[in-house]
């Protein structure tokens, strides 16, 4: 008997991705959105263009990490300070 592999679903024969972006299964932060990669995978968080992070865990403000190495004296890589 003929299976999909983790991550598809189908008789075995003929297998489709699950896109877990759709179905809701997906873990992704607030602030990221999900990417169905095709792939036994899954899928990818990313943070949203105004954060960083791992996508899945956290996505923290750039603004206010630059403005806390501002004040803190740290040099923050791409702002010349």
């Not at 809701?24 to 899928?43: K, M, P």
């Not at 990490?65 to 791409?78: N, R, T």
């Amino acid at each position: 008997m003929c299976m999909c592999s983790e991550g598809y679903v189908g008789d075995g024969r003929s297998c489709t991705d699950v896109d877990e972006c759709a179905t809701g299964a997906s873990q992704c932060n607030e602030n990221a959105r999900c990417i169905n990669t095709n792939s036994g995978e899954g899928y990818t968080c990313v943070c949203d263009a105004l954060y960083t992070g791992d996508g899945k865990l956290q996505c923290r403000d750039r603004a206010q990490l630059v403005m806390y190495a501002y004040e803190s004296g740290v040099a923050v890589p791409g702002t010349g300070r």
